[in-house]
């Protein structure tokens, strides 16, 4: 991944990943993300599941530490705690912060349906994803409880 000037330095073409935000210096960014769907339905990654949260969407995420991956951010809409691979009832937002490597290492089923989100501060920027079931993802103030 490299916009002109990073392409430049590495003697390589350029992939067309230049990003301008307002706040930030211009920089090279992965500005469209896509993850390949897996075979399990929600229903499935649902009933896979003894205790934990369902979380359809999560909101106002930001990047805390680039070189470990990690960012932060809330659940948001349709969050529902799952007991006994039954959604159980509502739950409210939480927030958490949490390595998006880590994140991927614990994904035990990939969803087979992806949906389309855009990128905050990224301009005609978006990520595709499938629904993931991970095992130990934590919620609370700096990913402390569970």
């Known amino acids: 991944m490299g916009d002109l000037a990073t392409a430049a330095r590495l003697g390589v073409p350029s992939t067309g990943h230049a990003h301008i935000a307002r706040e930030e210096s211009p920089r090279a960014v992965p500005a469209n993300l896509r993850l390949e769907p897996g075979g399990t339905s929600v229903e499935e990654l649902i009933a896979g599941v003894e205790d934990g949260v369902y979380v359809q969407r999560f909101w106002y995420t930001r990047v805390v530490d680039p070189a470990a991956t990690t960012i932060t951010g809330v659940s948001r809409d349709g969050c529902f705690r799952i007991r006994n691979g039954r959604l159980a009832g509502p739950v409210a937002g939480k927030r958490f912060t949490e390595s998006v490597l880590g ?44």
């Open 103 to 146: 994140v991927l290492s614990r994904v035990d089923a990939v969803g087979d349906t992806p949906a389309t989100q855009p990128l905050m501060n990224v301009w005609n920027g978006c990520a595709t994803a499938p629904a993931l079931r991970v095992r130990g993802f934590r919620f609370g103030p700096a990913g402390g409880a569970r």
